[in-house]
């Protein structure tokens, strides 16, 4: 393929840990092909020399935290052909989305000796909240085989193989045992969007929702099944995804 | 062919070594992750000796027996279907020429070793007869289908425990199997002898007992087989009428029940995911990082996803009632018109591994007590 036809990518980090860009160093063994189809032009992580915009797609790690960001993200919008969001983070707020429940100033007040000098806002906001984005690869961390599916399918110009779909239908494709059902284990898997490939149950473990709410997701009758208390039942939604939508809703609705 | 006979619980590794002889692979019960799931079998070390399940709606945990019974338990979360029809299945792969058109399409080789699925039940047999009219039925078989089942032996188990959740005596497929086995085999537990009640079902049946230490049933083996299966028609954990079931569900397309089913219904699938008949699959094409070559896989899908019945501009049943409704509507009348007949066999699966316990029977039943009052 020649040079000229070259696509350019960038990634972007707001507020995360990083880990799920790494999930693109992560590739090793499909990291050269992909270096042969996209020029990485922006990727901090991996090197300090970058080139300049426009891209061709940029991938966006973590949320919008502070009233910087909240501009930056324009700025990365405009440079964009296409805007991939990744991560809980990005797609959800993140754990730190957690402070959407509390009084950010009062935690600032807690944690640093001069709180004046924070400037932060009083939500973590996914990116959808602030830009449009072309497509949101939920997880925390994501997983690398569907990163790689989302760049091959934008570079192939298909639809990626990203379902929306239950964990369950991931367990049951592998052919685990539903720990809920055989065990009694609190598993979000029937309220989780597919993708990790169900690693937890694969370990004896119920679902934690790491990859955030599936299609069409029920946790009312999930939670009222399942004999929890509300205490225990707004901890089970606080996690890595807390302010997606019907998660943030389940959780409240045992406050 | 004809005659009934008796394996002692010690000579029943030869019949294993039998099939192995044969070129078969062995798949049966196993006790995993605190189910009985099926996988390969090397010898009966393999089988869930002295295990049960205890089985409800939304509900199964692993029980000791009190006796070292092989197949004193009802059926697991696995079924045969993860055999005749596999969760994935490379279709073709071919090139992306230079004009985007696809050259050297080629089909991976889909051979299957020849299986012996040991430890079926009656519910399971019609399932796989089922699932083979559905696959292999119709103007579009597809010949891998075929593969899979063609040469299959099958050793069935006649039930010796009715699961909670287990119907097959309204559904008229069970519990005990009459044809479509290779053998059958009754398990009888006595208080100081341990033996199988052997029914021989066909030629290839009948050339494998026959390398197995055996002797012929006396009355009083028949009749220990008999109180076995007329115990077990008794323990029916459930029941579903089915009288006009078809003409019922098609009259109450808009039945208020549906509503209140769908505040229950997680939408997650398992439902169809274990059913021995569902079939639901989906075809997805992938392509390599060069865009040189592309590959389309066949996976396991359900009416539960909203893709399932996407279109253009969204899902044609978008609303968890409209896919619970067309789920069990096709399971209990639409398959009729369908197929020929019903496609639930009553195995329970589906009541047991719903995550919430939503039980098909309690919702036909409240759809017919509507109209006809309570039973």
């Known amino acids: 393929m020649a040079a000229a036809a070259k696509k350019t990518l960038a990634v972007w980090k707001f507020s995360s840990c990083d880990g799920c860009q790494l999930s693109l160093l992560d590739l090793e063994d499909e990291l050269l092909t992909l270096a042969a189809r996209l020029e990485i032009a922006q990727f901090l ?5 970058t080139v300049a915009g426009p891209y061709d797609v940029s991938l966006v790690e973590g949320s919008i935290t502070t009233p910087h960001d909240a501009e930056r993200i324009r700025a990365v919008r405009a440079c964009s052909r296409a805007l991939i969001t990744i991560g809980a983070c990005a797609t959800a707020g993140g754990i730190q989305a957690l402070r959407n429940f509390a009084d950010v100033e009062e935690f600032t007040r807690a944690v640093y000796a001069s709180p004046d000098y924070i400037s932060t806002l009083a939500t973590s906001t996914p990116i959808s909240a602030h830009v449009p984005v072309d497509f949101e690869l939920n997880g925390c961390p994501i997983n690398k085989r569907q ?6 399918a934008y570079l192939n110009a298909r639809r990626p193989r990203v ?47 790491c990859f955030g709410p599936k299609e069409t997701p029920n946790p009312a009758s999930l939670d009222h099944w399942s004999g929890l208390e509300d205490r225990d039942l707004v901890r089970v939604y606080r996690t890595y995804n807390a302010a997606a939508g019907p998660f943030r809703n389940a959780s409240e609705a045992h406050e | 062919m004809d005659g009934v006979h008796v394996i002692e619980r010690n000579d029943f590794d030869a019949l294993l070594d039998a099939l192995t002889r044969r070129g078969y692979a062995i798949v049966g019960p196993t006790v995993r992750d605190q189910a009985i799931v099926y996988d390969e079998i090397a010898s009966s070390a393999d089988l869930p000796a002295g295990w049960t399940d205890e089985q409800e709606a939304g509900h199964y945990r692993l029980r000791r027996r009190e006796d070292e019974a092989l197949f004193g338990y009802a059926v ?5 279907k993860q055999y005749q029809l596999p969760a994935e299945v490379k279709l073709w792969r071919a090139r992306v020429d230079q004009d985007g058109g696809l050259s050297n399409v080629t089909e991976p080789p889909r051979e299957s070793p020849r299986y012996a699925f040991l430890g079926a039940r009656s519910c399971e047999l019609h399932a796989v007869g089922i699932l083979d009219r559905v696959l292999l039925g119709g103007s579009h078989p597809d010949p891998a289908d075929a593969g899979r089942t063609k040469d299959l032996f099958i050793v069935a188990v006649q039930c010796g ?25 009754t398990e009888v537990l006595e208080e100081h002898r341990h033996y199988f009640v052997v029914e021989v079902g066909s030629e290839r049946g009948a050339d494998v007992l026959a390398d197995v230490p055996h002797g012929e049933a006396v009355e009083e083996d028949r009749t220990a087989a008999g109180a076995v299966h007329a115990r077990t028609a008794s323990q029916m954990g459930r029941e579903l009428d089915v009288t006009e079931i078809k003409e019922l569900l098609y009259r109450n397309y808009d039945h208020p029940r549906w509503e209140e089913v769908a505040e229950r219904c997680l939408t997650c699938g398992n439902c169809t995911m274990v059913c021995p008949t569902c079939f639901c699959t989906t075809v997805e094409d992938v392509t390599d990082l060069a865009g040189e070559h592309v590959e389309r896989h066949q996976r396991w899908d359900s009416c539960f996803t909203v893709d399932y019945s996407g279109i253009h501009d969204g899902a044609v049943r978008g609303s968890a009632k409209s896919r619970y409704r067309q789920w069990m509507t096709h399971k209990l009348a639409t398959w009729h018109d369908q197929f020929g007949t019903s496609g639930c066999v009553g195995c329970g699966r589906c009541i047991t591994w719903c995550p919430v316990g939503i039980d098909l029977t309690e919702e036909a039943a409240a759809i017919r007590e509507s109209e006809e009052g309570p039973k």
């Open chain 1, 45 to 49: 992580e991996a090197s300090s020399a």
């Open chain 1, 147 to 152: 990163l790689l599916e989302v760049i091959n």
């Open chain 2, 161 to 185: 425990e009715a699961g909670g959740t287990c119907f097959c005596v309204s559904m008229k497929t069970g519990p005990v199997a009459e044809r479509g086995f290779d053998l059958a085999l």
């Open chain 1, 163 to 209: 379902r929306a779909h239950s964990v369950c239908v991931e367990c049951k494709r592998r052919g685990t045992v539903c720990v809920m059902v055989a065990h009694g284990t609190p598993c979000l898997g029937p309220v989780t969007h597919a993708g990790c490939g169900a690693i937890c149950p694969a370990y004896d473990r119920g679902c934690y929702g």
């Open chain 2, 76 to 80: 697991g979360p696995h079924s045969w």
